[in-house]
């Protein structure tokens, strides 16, 4: 089955400066990669996803990254603000009868 | 839309009893996931249903571990002769396609 590793288990910025997880997956049919955030004491909740049919995708401050021939993506937080402080879990799933399988989770510490 | 919701949101168990774990996933959605996380294993996948039928459940330990969705609108995940090594936040979660909507978890406790 799909294994997703997590390779930062955690980072530590600056205010202002980017953040970069990455993340490797196994399983080549994997075509859909979601990133969620879990706040300290709250469960998670989606940021941002890409698909298999592009390798860049930007909303605001996040940016992933593809290279499906690495088996690799990647989330960048540009501009970081202390409320990125979290810790961010990357996914990977075939989205055909599949259950995303999640990295270990990378903790982020964005500080002023 | 109230979310996923997990019921308990805390649960302590002796060691040996049973625990039985709630979901109401949210209304509409056609594909219900059970999570553990654990600060050494991270976020585990246990089982998945789809139309309120098992689809993976590959994550469950064998022995102790099950799972059911009677109906659309919940899913159990019972475990029996609950061990230390039970304890661990249970998250349910939910969807159509793509995003995941996650309850707020059933911390549980084996003492």
């Known amino acids: 089955g799909e294994k997703v590793e997590q390779h930062e288990s955690t980072l530590s910025v600056r205010e202002g400066d980017s953040a970069v997880i990455n993340c490797t997956y196994t399983d080549t049919a994997s075509s859909y990669f979601p990133w969620y955030k879990q706040e300290a004491g709250k469960s998670l909740h989606f940021v941002i996803d890409i698909r298999s049919n592009v390798d860049r995708k930007q909303s605001q401050r996040l940016i992933v990254l593809l290279d499906k021939k690495a088996k690799r993506f990647s989330l960048h937080i540009t501009a970081t603000q202390p409320e990125d402080s979290a810790i961010y879990f990357c996914a990977a799933s075939n989205n055909n009868n599949n259950a995303p399988r999640f990295g270990a989770g990378t903790k982020l510490s964005v500080k002023p | ?111």
């Open chain 2, 1 to 111: 839309n109230a979310g996923v919701i997990q019921t308990p949101r805390h649960k302590v168990t002796g060691k040996g009893q049973e625990a039985t774990l709630w979901c109401e996933p949210i209304s509409g959605h056609s594909a219900v996931f059970w999570y553990r996380q654990t600060i050494v294993q991270g976020l585990e996948f246990l089982t998945y249903f789809r139309n309120q039928a098992p689809i993976d459940d590959s994550g469950m330990p064998k022995e102790r571990f099950s799972a059911q969705m009677p109906n659309q609108s919940h899913s159990t995940l019972k475990i029996q002769s609950t061990q230390p090594q039970d304890s661990a936040v249970y998250l349910c979660a939910s969807s159509t396609t793509g995003e995941v909507f996650f309850g707020k978890g059933t911390r549980l406790t084996v003492v």
